[in-house]
């Protein structure tokens, strides 16, 4: 484990090492470095695998506010510290969003995207209101049944008591500013032509946060996108729910580019 400073933030890493093509995993809201768990155990013996806490998450501290632009570069100066030209980029939802700006801000260091149950789109603004509505619930008392509710929402058929123990353990207002930087993104549907680097997107079939046509519209507006593999059953974190199947398809992936 180690840190890395950047603007404000002192950004906690995990890098398996090795000599094998590099992969960094960054991970969706609500979650950290751990939910990629089962990847880095499948794939280290092959590829080096980083991942971290993103601002708001895990064991980053920080301060302010931030948006997923501040994310790209906090991603790219993770590349700089460990002295990486260039790396895979896998995202979960929220690092989905921070994966595809890094590749619009230096498109020479992505030598491919994985991209996990995420989009190029804003958040659904029909939804601003149970989300704004959900959130000031938690503030005012957290409890396990709402911890269960979001559960559901992010993790689908993945074992939740982990997640859940970790949420309920932090302050009330753990959550605020993560949500800010999430319900305040842009679209960027009108840049994606300018990711050339090769894509993957892989998406649960029975995500209630991002559905499947915005997975579609992804792979649709990506040049390089190579596919959309519809994980059947999944919800939103596919890679914990079914991580065999997610994690075959990362690593044919990074074989095919690897060179």
């Known amino acids: ?15 398996s090492g090795g000599e ?4 960094i995993f960054s991970h969706g809201i609500m979650m950290d470095s751990e939910m990629f768990a089962p ?4 794939l280290s013996a092959e590829f080096r695998c980083i991942t971290w806490d993103e601002r708001g998450h895990g064991r980053t501290d920080q301060s302010g506010s931030w948006t997923y ?17 260039h790396a895979f980029l896998v995202g979960m939802s929220q690092g989905g969003f921070l994966s595809l700006r890094a590749a619009l801000l230096a498109p020479e260091r992505v030598k491919g995207l994985g991209l996990i149950d995420t989009q190029a789109g804003p958040e659904d ?12 619930a938690w503030q005012a008392s957290p409890d396990p049944a709402l911890a269960e509710t979001v559960a559901d929402i992010i993790l689908g058929p993945a074992d939740h008591e982990p997640w859940v123990s970790k949420w309920l353990a932090r302050p009330p207002d753990w959550m605020v500013e993560p949500y800010k930087t999430l319900v305040e ?18 998406h649960g079939t029975a995500d209630t946060a991002i559905p499947m046509d915005k997975a579609q519209a992804l792979c649709d507006g990506l040049p390089g996108c190579e596919g959309l593999i519809a994980i059947e059953g999944a919800g939103h974190a596919a890679n914990l729910s079914h991580p065999g199947v997610v994690t075959e398809a990362l690593r044919d992936f990074f074989r095919r580019h690897a060179a």
């Open 39 to 42: 990847q880095v155990r499948s």
């Open 20 to 23: 094998g093509p590099a992969v």
């Open 125 to 136: 603004p029909n939804l601003r209101p149970v989300y704004d509505g959900m959130l000031a």
């Open 185 to 202: 993104r842009e679209d960027i549907h009108d840049r994606l032509a300018e990711i050339t680097s090769p894509a993957l997107v892989i």
């Open 69 to 85: 632009w501040d994310s790209a570069l906090d991603l790219l100066a993770i590349l700089d510290d460990l002295e990486l030209d």
């Open 1 to 15: 484990m180690a840190f890395v400073e950047r603007d404000g933030a002192h950004l906690y890493i995990e890098d």
